[in-house]
């Protein structure tokens, strides 16, 4: 029996509504800022909700190393990698492991440094 369900995945940056506004470009969906402009939500068109929380000191993690954490990471499903790479490129993604065009996922960090992967799984 489950204590709770699955609520929000908040990622920590230095810009909320830069990183939803990437996010945005990605997955579509609508952004929603309080006042403050230090919590931003992003609800993508499927309901769910990704938000971002203003972190000054926040460091951006490393991938890939062995020795560090890279904390969470993002796996976004696409039908064409080639054109989803195009468009998070386009967006301000960094490639951070692109090169093996064989497989079936890459992956990237965001503008606030977090790893994603796009994949066609």
């Known amino acids: ?3 709770a369900k ?3 995945v908040v990622l920590d940056c230095p810009d909320p509504r830069a990183l939803a506004a990437f996010y945005a470009g990605v997955l579509g969906g609508t952004v929603e800022a309080e006042d403050g402009g230090d919590w931003v939500d992003l609800t993508a068109p499927g309901g769910q909700t990704l ?3 203003e972190a000054p000191g926040h460091v951006p993690p490393k991938w890939p190393a062995p020795g560090d954490s890279q ?3 993002l796996d976004l499903t696409v ?3 080639d054109a989803a790479e195009k468009g998070v490129l386009a967006l301000g993604a960094t490639p951070l492991d692109t090169d093996d065009r064989s ?3 890459r992956v990237y960090a965001d503008p ?3 790893p994603f ?3 066609a799984c």
């Open 51 to 53: 938000a971002f929380q």
């Open 6 to 8: 699955l609520g929000t």
């Open 71 to 73: 904390q969470f990471h």
């Open 112 to 114: 606030a440094g977090h």
């Open 117 to 119: 992967c796009l994949c």
């Open 103 to 105: 497989r079936a996922w």
């Open 79 to 81: 039908e064409d990698l």
């Open 1 to 3: 029996m489950a204590i």
